[in-house]
């Protein structure tokens, strides 16, 4: 059975078959998933397909693409959501210097982060980082933070160099693994998959981006996770049912679902 421990089931392109989808799940090997807010906006409908699906949990946090839109209310309501029962993590929060060039941007983005970081902090939450042509500055924040105490952690698509990947495994975070890892091209990530233990990658769909082989470029979803285990198996020369058990128990670790 396959956690998927970033997926976004509240984006507008499952309107049309949200409930078919999410009813094939488990009869298909989806055991559980973790929907992941990131808008200002769609906070609360997380909290809705939580209270609707008893395999769906919730990551509550705004995106760096919306930090210029979040407000002191927006940090109270990440707060409040975060007591949840089922919310299992903050995210995703993090940088993104790819779409925001703007020094000003990037001020509010780090401010927008570490307010978050301090409420994974305070409700003692693991935190799940976007992060994305911002290595350095994503890194200084992380680390200063794991260094005064955190609960752990995933560095959501990672997309970095094996080196950056290595301070983030020593600190005893995890890599979440996507679709990208099926791609011919992504020789980085395929090293840094073979160079990181096991026990510190999780599976991701980040649905309904990021599409694996074969089916690249088509709306994705949780259904399509065998095909990142197989890619993760083939770099590791495992098999894809050791990927499977052990990023289910890493997920149950550090989320305990
Ligand atoms: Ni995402």
Redesign the pocket.
Known sequence: MIVDT?A?YDDEVFDPDREKLLGSMQENGIEKIVN?C?SVDGLNDTVKLMEEYSFIYGAVGV?PDDAGKMTQETLDEIRRLSCLDKMVAIG?IGLDYYWHKEDEEHKIQQEMFRAQMDIAREQKLPFMI?SRDAAQDTMDIVKKYMNKGMYGGII??FSYSREIAREYLNMGLYLGIGGVVTFKNAKKLKETVLYAPLSQLVLET?CP?MSPEPNRGKRNSSLNLPFVAKAIAEIKGITPEEVISATRENTKRLLGI
């Open positions: 970033h976004h992941v990131a995106h995703e976007h959501h698509c980040d981006y």
